[in-house]
């Protein structure tokens, strides 16, 4: 071999030797598929919000599914869904961005006004997805089609069966159906606990979470309970007086916070499981399609299911139009307005309307316990289980979740706030001091006896 063949040998053997290197590099590359994580839903939205950044919020959403609970990220390109699968996620191309879907909500929020009906953005079907319940008739079906045909194909119309109501009850829907849950009375040193009977001059509704607006013990509820009565009771009769609304905000949201008569009372941050135990909440987060979640309400008790789509607007009639919903198919009655919905340890939403019953199935409507919070300034006290510091931190910030954020145990696995802009996520929630008596008495009066005897389902 001369020197020149010699040469190119070994220029080729140096090339061979830098593919060698440079193979097992491009085999980690971030663009290679990788096996569909099984993911909490705080590192799902966490996930999410991150995947959403990386693609400038060109996506159509994201939702869990399936027993493993993966992330579905919904894109617009090939070249998107490749890099999201490189991150562990199923990816799914769509036609429909977030954008283009809320605005076709805005649309029909301001050219359709019709009384029974509801939309929301579900990303499942990468469409807003309209109910129509049984009081809407032939003519105002026809023009709401009109409507949802000007969006080209962007809208879905189911008629459901049953009413489209607010779940106060009156005094003609106070008797129980078979199954409910019982009355029970809190001390006026102890509090009530989220889903507990309420009772104003006329409507029967439940305590949504408790919550402390500047040093003074309080709770949250649906606003259209807080507009129908100013003062309520944890009694039929009234003889209990329990407390006075200081704000409440129905239509277009639906909340009310109503403060402790008794500067002295100390209630639990924590939800009646109607089975003599209690679930503690440590903070609120933002729902997401596919959230497993329970709610608490005075009719009906504990009861459990799936948030199905969000951003729901919701026409109950008489102009009372709410917009920004949950939607679920967890079910509830008269009575249950103003009920917790929750995730483990984390407040998610205040019952606020819905279709069918819990004999049948139905759609419920939930305000979310984050816009509540923002809106009052109120914050949820949190016991101390060794993962927070303790301090409040206000809710919708990415602060002060750390390790305590994990209702299944994730350790700092917590989401920071994921826009509902790209289908949904979580903001933080309030962290505090321990507010309860760890000697109360086992239904939830303390914050420490919360833990436990309370039950640590995790839905999550």
């Not at 009906?117 to 990303?123: E, G, K, L, R």
């Not at 809208?155 to 009413?163: D, F, L, N, P, Y």
């Not at 939607?327 to 008269?334: G, I, K, N």
């Amino acid at each position: 071999m001369n020197k020149r063949t010699g040469l190119i040998a070994g220029a080729a053997a140096t090339v061979v030797a830098g593919v060698a290197i440079l193979l097992p590099n491009a085999d980690a590359s971030p663009s290679k598929p990788q096996p569909p994580k099984t993911v909490s839903w705080q590192a799902a939205a966490k996930l999410a919000a991150s995947l959403d950044a990386e693609l400038g919020g060109k996506t159509g959403g994201w939702y869990t599914e399936g027993p493993d609970s993966h992330l579905v990220m919904n894109v617009l390109s090939q070249d998107a869904a490749r890099r999201v699968e490189s991150q562990g996620a199923v990816a799914k191309v769509v036609r429909n961005s977030m954008a283009t879907l809320h605005d076709g909500v805005r649309t029909l929020n301001t050219t359709v006004s019709v009384s029974g009906t509801a939309w929301s953005i579900d990303p499942k079907k990468n469409r807003i997805a309209v109910v129509v319940d049984v009081t809407v008739d032939d003519e105002k079906l026809a023009a709401l089609t009109r409507a949802a045909d000007s969006l080209k194909g962007l809208v879905s119309i189911e008629r459901a069966k049953g009413q489209l109501k607010r779940l106060d009850a009156d005094d003609n829907q106070r008797s129980k159906p078979s199954g409910a849950a019982p009355e029970r009375s809190g001390s006026t040193a102890a509090g009530l606990l989220g889903g507990d009977a309420i009772f104003g001059q006329g409507p029967q509704c439940s305590l949504g979470f408790n919550v402390t607006l500047q040093g003074a013990p309080a709770f949250l509820t649906a606003g259209h309970c807080g507009n129908a009565a100013k003062a309520w009771a944890s009694d039929r009769a009234g003889k209990k007086p329990l407390g006075t609304v200081v704000d409440s905000q129905f239509p277009s949201t639906d909340f009310a916070l109503v403060q402790y008569n008794d500067p002295n009372t100390k209630p639990a941050s924590a939800v009646d499981l109607h089975n003599g135990k209690s679930q503690p909440i440590q903070q609120a987060a933002e729902a997401a399609v596919g959230m497993k979640v329970q709610r608490s309400g005075s009719t009906t008790g504990l009861q459990e299911g799936t948030v199905t789509a969000l951003d729901a607007t919701v026409n109950y009639g008489g102009g009372d139009i709410v917009t920004g919903l949950i939607q679920t198919d967890v079910c509830a009655e008269p009575g249950d307005s103003g009920g917790p919905l929750f995730t483990g340890d984390s407040a998610i939403g205040l019952t606020s309307g819905g279709i069918g019953d819990c004999k049948r199935g139905g759609q419920t409507f939930f305000q979310p316990v984050t816009t509540a919070l923002a809106a009052t300034g109120a914050t949820i006290e949190a016991c101390d289980t060794g993962g927070n510091d303790g301090e409040a931190v206000p809710a919708g910030s990415s602060e002060g979740l750390g390790k305590a954020a994990g209702a299944d145990g994730d350790s700092g696995d917590a989401a920071g706030s994921a826009s509902s802009e790209s289908g949904g996520g979580m903001g933080s929630g309030s962290y505090g001091n321990v507010t309860g008596d760890p000697n109360g008495d086992g239904a939830g009066a303390g914050c420490e006896n919360g833990h436990q005897q309370g039950s640590k389902r995790n839905t999550g």
